[in-house]
């Protein structure tokens, strides 16, 4: 059993994702915030990877995007 990643977001971290997703010219920056904003509403690398994303990914690739956030930001 995979352990569930929590990532907590502060009121300025959700808006700069959310523009980030809505609003950023390269598209791969776009889709690393969405993927970051589903896990910070609960869901799983797994849910993330396979269904949340224009094209699957794997949930290892979701959890390296959440560790490299947190270390260094979008």
Partial sequence: MSRRLHLHLTDEQRRELTGARDR??????????????????????????QQGLLRARRPQTVCLWVKRYLQQGL
């Fill in 24 to 49: 950023h010219p390269k598209p791969y920056v776009r889709e690393k915030a969405a993927a970051l904003l589903k896990i910070a509403d609960g869901q799983t690398a797994k849910q993330v990877a």
